[in-house]
């Protein structure tokens, strides 16, 4: 599994949607500028996929924001509507980091919804949440 961070701007509003089991979902698309060695800058369009607590923090963006995404990356082939093979990325998304997001009370404008686990290997384990970080103590 490939886990990645990516920055860019939302293509579209997120769009709500249940799974059906019951669980709410949001899908967006996220448009990634790629700078390669020699070739002009291209973007790159990655679909996005929040479950859980980052569903809430994603359907509060708007197309053209500027946003930070974090979690597994995936590569699929389909056949588009021309019938030309094709390659899409997706995210799943584990955190979000917005430029947007404003708390209640108008409190700093950087937020992660969910909390990744961090696994131990011979150092000390991350302590801090990405929102102590920006918020501050006593933060909610």
Same mark, same amino acid.
């Given at each position: 599994?490939?886990? &990645? *961070? ?13 799974? @059906? =089991?019951?669980? *709410?979902? =949001? ?21 996005? !996929?929040?479950?859980?607590? =980052? ?11 500027? !946003? ?7 590569? *699929?082939?389909? /056949? ?17 980091? /917005?430029? @947007? ?11 992660? &919804?969910?909390?990744? =686990? ?8 991350? *302590? ?13």
């Amino acid at each position: 599994m490939i886990r &990645a *961070s990516i920055y860019g701007r939302l293509g579209r509003d997120p769009v709500g949607r249940t799974t @059906r =089991t019951g669980m *709410s979902m =949001t899908t967006a698309s996220l448009a990634v500028d790629v700078a390669r060695a020699g070739e002009d800058e291209d973007t790159e369009w990655v679909s996005v !996929i929040p479950f859980g607590a =980052t569903v809430e923090a994603l359907g509060r963006q708007q197309k053209g924001d500027l !946003i930070t995404m974090m979690g597994p990356l995936y590569r *699929s082939r389909f /056949s588009g509507h021309d019938g030309q093979e094709r390659v899409g990325w997706s995210l799943t998304v584990d955190a979000i980091v /917005s430029a @947007r997001t404003v708390r209640p009370g108008g409190q700093c404008p950087v937020v992660s &919804a969910s909390r990744p =686990t961090y696994r131990s290997q011979g150092s000390a384990v991350p *302590s801090d949440r990405i929102d102590d970080l920006f918020l501050g103590e006593g933060a909610p």
